[in-house]
């Protein structure tokens, strides 16, 4: 009996060496590895001409056309795409709807967002540089 508890304990401290072992090089990892953005971003116009991008903040880049202004208006909703509204105002009453998606994460949070605009015009104004 002795034995097998010897036996037992070497096995359960083999274990823990091992499962140290691997978790030290992800526990030097910095903090800063978790934070951060990344967006994907899909505007798919009715009349054709849709285009994907990535967007990443801190830092800010990805293959997006203007990463630092769309950041700084995220940060202004803290990620919540849905309350973007950069620059409110009339657009013409033409309907050529345009349908914008985004996914990813904002700080550790997922995120999504799925709506169909009017027309570019209302995209534009409602989500800025985002888009």
């Not at 054709?48 to 967007?55: N, P, V």
């Not at 909703?77 to 105002?89: A, K, R, S, T």
């Given at each position: 009996m002795t034995l097998v508890l010897t036996a037992a304990r070497r096995l359960a401290a083999l274990g823990l060496c091992v499962a140290a072992t691997f978790a030290v090089p992800f526990a030097a990892l910095p903090a800063q590895a978790a934070?951060?953005?990344?967006?994907?971003?899909?505007?798919?116009?009715?009349?054709?001409?849709?285009?994907?991008?990535?967007?990443?903040?801190?830092?800010?880049?990805?293959?997006?056309?203007?990463?630092?202004?769309?950041?700084?208006?995220?940060?202004?909703?803290?990620?919540?795409?849905?309350?973007?509204?950069?620059?409110?105002?009339?657009?013409?009453?033409?309907?050529d709807p345009v349908e914008v998606e985004v996914k990813g994460h904002w700080y550790g949070r997922p995120t999504s967002f799925h709506e169909t605009f009017s027309n570019r015009c209302d995209m534009d104004r409602r989500l800025g540089p985002l888009v």
């Open positions: 934070a951060g953005a990344e967006l994907f971003i899909t505007v798919t116009p009715r009349a054709g001409g849709a285009y994907a991008t990535r967007l990443t903040c801190d830092p800010d880049g990805g293959v997006h056309s203007h990463p630092r202004a769309a950041c700084d208006a995220l940060h202004g909703v803290d990620g919540h795409v849905h309350d973007l509204n950069v620059d409110p105002g009339p657009c013409p009453l033409i309907f």
